[in-house]
């Protein structure tokens, strides 16, 4: 049984990290792309691209929300009611898109204001949003569409999507900056047309899998409302999970600029590192769905098991790696020495983090999975509590102590906290919801 929960384990997760990897891919574009313009509109795009993905990133519910349910009704045998449940979270995208659209694109120019930036700065990052958010409604729609597809336990399909749109994007930001001479703006256009166009892929991927399975094309109250109020409880978790990282950086911004510096950039390769973790929280998301929707209990408490070693052996590989490479990273990175030593400390004590943090990773994939999304929102409000006195305790240190231990808190206090919360979750019974 072992080697076949390894082998979809792979099935799933290999593909999924390949997709997480291309969808940052976006925006490293259209930075190399619009970083030749100069640094006016690079840094308009800056600020454009932090309120884009501000928003995406809270409303990533919109696929975690969805694979549950799709992967629920195809374990039950209800591959008709899967397909509906996907099509009434891709209705449940389209409407959050366009209320977005309709309230953000008069408000660019003041959201972007908020920054405090230069006038001509701002200027830039407002020309970027106003067009960039009418691509909002497709990037959602791709968010729920790709849960749909994992739900119904396939990962490769986003993965080719997301690899198309990224060649798309690239070629077409080409065009439209240097070919047509439209500057950042043209940036924009470029990102938008791509995103529609893998939003029209995953509409022609949903026609077709309503019509073979005989599934309704229309919307229905109560799928939009099951996916809204699970929807709602995975916002505040992931609303929780923003705070947590935002607190972080504005105590290492009062520590000073060579504090900040290390502390960001190790934010960054952490985010990296949490592709690789992501990649096996998703494969937890489709088969514990898949799992509970068949019944099958000793599959679901196998696949979590297998699940965990892999997050575990997988973050501890992780952090051997930082570990040994932490002399080498900060050379990457910076030409700084006192940026560079504190980065040394600071990669060296992420490195003991990481396996807790694949521990946590894979059990939030499996409560999602589940469709435990109240509990990890209630949870997230009280890792944050734990983690909030700890930030004030590290906020009076400076130097290379002071982001050391402001990185411990996260790691070690906030990451933990979080473990706890989910460990005590796990252990027990009342997450296993068997049924459609």
């Not at 549950?68 to 389209?94: C, E, K």
């Not at 043209?186 to 791509?194: C, E, F, N, Q, Y």
């Not at 490479?325 to 900060?330: M, Y």
């Amino acid at each position: 049984m072992t080697r076949a929960l390894d082998r979809d384990i792979r099935r799933l997760a290999l593909p999924a990290l390949g997709a997480l990897v291309a969808e940052p891919l976006f925006l490293l574009t259209d930075t190399a792309l619009v970083g030749h313009l100069g640094s006016v509109p690079l840094a308009g795009l800056g600020i454009a691209s932090v309120v884009i993905q501000t928003v995406v990133g809270l409303l990533v519910f919109l696929a975690y929300a969805t694979t549950p349910m799709v992967a629920r009704r195809l374990g039950s045998g209800d591959l008709t009611g899967a397909v509906r449940a996907g099509i009434d979270g891709v209705w449940l995208a389209l409407a959050v898109g366009a209320v977005l659209v309709a309230a953000g694109v008069p408000l660019s120019g003041w959201l972007v204001g908020l920054f405090g930036a230069s006038p001509e700065v701002t200027a830039a990052a407002a020309t970027y949003l106003a067009i960039a958010l009418w691509g909002i409604p497709a990037l959602l729609l791709t968010l729920a569409a790709s849960g749909l597809l994992r739900g119904l336990q396939n990962t490769t399909t986003p993965l080719v999507v997301a690899g198309v749109g990224f060649a798309a994007n690239a070629a077409l930001n080409a065009v439209f900056i240097y070919g047509f001479g439209w500057g950042i703006a043209g940036s924009a256009i470029g990102t938008v047309v791509a995103s529609w166009g893998m939003a029209a892929a995953y509409l022609v991927i949903i026609v077709r899998s309503a019509r073979a399975t005989g599934a309704s094309l229309t919307p229905h109250v109560s799928g939009l409302g099951s996916a809204l109020r699970s929807g709602g409880w995975l916002l505040l978790r992931t609303a929780s999970l923003r705070v947590a990282m935002l607190a972080t950086v504005v105590v290492a911004t009062d520590f000073g600029t060579h504090e900040l510096a290390p502390t960001q950039i190790a934010l960054t390769l952490f985010s990296t590192l949490a592709f690789v973790l992501d990649a096996l929280a998703i494969a937890g998301q489709a088969m514990i769905g898949h799992g509970l929707g068949a019944s099958d209990l000793p599959r679901v408490r196998a696949i979590t098991t297998r699940l965990l070693h892999f997050g575990v052996g997988g973050g501890a590989l992780l952090g051997v790696a930082i570990a040994a490479l932490s002399p080498v990273l900060p050379v990457i990175f910076t030409s700084d020495d006192a940026i560079s030593v504190a980065l040394t400390v600071v990669l060296l004590v992420m490195a003991g983090g990481i396996p807790i943090a694949g521990y946590v990773f894979v059990l939030d994939g499996v409560l999602i999975g589940a469709g435990d999304a109240k509990y990890l929102a209630l949870t997230g409000l009280v890792n944050l509590a734990v983690y909030l006195p700890l930030l004030w305790a590290v906020s009076g240190l400076d130097g290379t102590a002071g982001i050391a231990w402001l990185w411990a808190a996260f790691g070690f206090g906030y990451i933990g906290a979080r473990a706890v919360t989910l460990g005590l979750r796990a252990r027990g019974d009342r997450w296993i919801v068997t049924g459609a």
